[in-house]
């Protein structure tokens, strides 16, 4: 659609069932679409027309992003499998990434050289992007997130933690995080120095990412879980979205030239 106008740019592009993602690439020319038809698809995102076969999987496909040169597309399916693809041809660049049960998520590291995947259950590895072989050993947590210099990778919890992890080797860097009930979903800062994270317990909090410990107060929504909370592109401020039908803006976070926070 025209953000100006909220007209359509392009001709729907359709699948067989329901469409779970939609992303444009890194250039904007191209938008990939997952999909419970079992595939995903590249289309142009000027015509709607596809541009390459279909992505296959033997199952529902719940997620498809881009790599950040725009060359691949990482999927990650229901049939208990990750798959690095060709966005311009749609053919498999690496061997399939196995978990034990369907797979929830699958991203690229900023450098594109590796790929994190979660399951159903809660376990998080990370992979080769060429070869599909994996980096590391199971991560047990899930909703994960690369640092911005892909060197860590922050998961959360339902055992009320969220950790920093190095991806390399699926070790812990740092103490667990730790909330009063489940955390729904952590995110380093821009500068990969912080983590930030919003849980049950009605609170988010920002911490070390390289001790754990907390670096602010604790911001607190009275009544509802929060849900999500994110940095701003420069660090200074965090958004969180919670259950009590706001999005807020609560703690302003900046740094001196002795980088004390203030």
Same mark, same amino acid.
């Given at each position: 659609?025209?953000?100006?106008?909220?007209?359509?740019?392009?001709?729907?592009?359709?699948?067989?069932?329901?469409?779970?993602?939609?992303?444009?690439?890194?250039?904007?020319?191209?938008?990939?679409?997952?999909?419970?038809?079992?595939?995903?698809?590249?289309?142009?995102?000027?015509?709607?027309?596809?541009?390459?076969?279909?992505?296959?999987?033997?199952?529902?496909?719940?997620?498809?992003?881009?790599?950040?040169?725009?060359?691949?597309?990482?999927?990650?399916?229901?049939?208990?499998? &990750? =798959? +690095? !693809?060709? *966005?311009?041809?749609?053919?498999? #660049? %690496? /061997? @399939?990434?196995?978990? $034990?049960?369907?797979?929830?998520?699958?991203?690229?590291?900023?450098?594109?050289?590796?790929?994190?995947?979660?399951?159903?259950?809660?376990?998080?590895?990370?992979?080769?992007?060429?070869?599909?072989?994996?980096?590391?050993?199971?991560?047990?947590?899930?909703?994960?997130?690369?640092?911005?210099?892909?060197?860590?990778?922050?998961?959360?919890?339902?055992?009320?933690? &969220? =950790? +920093? !992890?190095? *991806?390399?080797?699926?070790?812990? #860097? %740092? /103490? @667990?995080?730790?909330? $009063?009930?489940?955390?729904?979903?952590?995110?380093?800062?821009?500068?990969?120095?912080?983590?930030?994270?919003?849980?049950?317990?009605?609170?988010?909090?920002?911490?070390?990412?390289?001790?754990?410990?907390?670096?602010?107060?604790?911001?607190?929504?009275?009544?509802?879980?929060?849900?999500?909370?994110?940095?701003?592109?420069?660090?200074?401020?965090?958004?969180?979205?919670? =259950?009590?039908?706001?999005?807020?803006?609560?703690?302003?976070? %900046?740094?001196?030239?002795?980088?004390?926070?203030?």
């Amino acid at each position: 659609w025209d953000a100006a106008t909220g007209k359509p740019v392009s001709e729907p592009m359709k699948h067989e069932d329901w469409v779970e993602s939609a992303e444009f690439s890194p250039d904007g020319r191209w938008v990939v679409t997952a999909s419970y038809d079992d595939t995903a698809r590249v289309w142009d995102a000027a015509t709607g027309k596809p541009v390459s076969e279909p992505m296959k999987h033997e199952d529902w496909v719940e997620s498809a992003e881009f790599s950040p040169d725009g060359r691949w597309v990482v999927t990650a399916s229901y049939d208990d499998t &990750a =798959r +690095v !693809w060709d *966005a311009a041809t749609g053919k498999p #660049v %690496s /061997e @399939p990434m196995k978990h $034990e049960d369907s797979v929830h998520s699958a991203e690229f590291s900023p450098d594109g050289r590796w790929v994190v995947t979660v399951s159903k259950y809660g376990t998080a590895r990370v992979w080769d992007a060429a070869t599909g072989k994996p980096v590391s050993g199971p991560m047990k947590h899930r909703g994960t997130q690369f640092s911005p210099d892909s060197r860590w990778v922050v998961t959360v919890s339902d055992d009320k933690t &969220a =950790r +920093v !992890w190095e *991806a390399a080797t699926g070790k812990p #860097v %740092s /103490e @667990p995080m730790k909330h $009063e009930h489940f955390v729904n979903s952590a995110q380093f800062s821009p500068d990969g120095r912080w983590v930030v994270t919003a849980s049950g317990d009605k609170t988010a909090r920002v911490w070390d990412a390289a001790t754990g410990k907390p670096v602010s107060e604790t911001m607190r929504h009275e009544n509802r879980v929060i849900n999500s909370v994110q940095f701003s592109p420069d660090g200074r401020w965090v958004v969180m979205a919670s =259950r009590d039908y706001t999005g807020s803006s609560p703690l302003c976070i %900046s740094r001196n030239a002795n980088n004390d926070i203030y």
